[in-house]
């Protein structure tokens, strides 16, 4: 026998856990993720819906913290997984994050009757997005993007002379 065998064995690590927030969150935005109960110190690929977007390395605790930014994708749920390559005992755990439509201007203060550009993001695909300025007692559509293949699109619009000085919504 072996007097090192017991060196060689195998042990059980708890049930890994992993959680990401904000849960609910547009393209483009930081969503952070940590987790515990993974092999400690070894790689730990991070995916997005099945693409791995980053690797980092479990702490000495099989603990890990991070973030990552939302890729351009359609709206929608996505599963975050979290795992240990099966060459270092596979560990694997899930969380999900909403991705959420969103359209803002690139520019946030612009003069009247110059341009600026809207960009719509975490829309369905070729889908038509209305761009819409509050009168102040009504919407008045200024412009419609229509999306591509990842739900995204682009529109330079004019601001109306009409426009109110200061804030607006559109």
Known sequence: LDPFARWNACYPVDSPTFAVGPVDAPVGSTVEFGGGGFAANWPLAVAFGGTTIQTV???ANGSVMGSFVVPEVKR???TISAKIPATYGAYEAFASVWVVPIVK????????GKQVTMDARGFGAS???????WT?????EVGRITTDAKGSGG??????????TGTNYV
Do not use: F, K, N
């Open 57 to 59: 390395m479990t702490d």
């Open 76 to 78: 929608g749920g996505y």
């Open 105 to 112: 201007a690139r520019t946030p203060s612009v003069a009247l």
């Open 127 to 133: 889908e038509s997005v209305r761009i819409q300025w």
């Open 136 to 140: 102040g007692a009504t919407w008045y």
């Open 155 to 164: 529109l330079a619009i004019s601001i109306p002379s009409w426009a109110a």
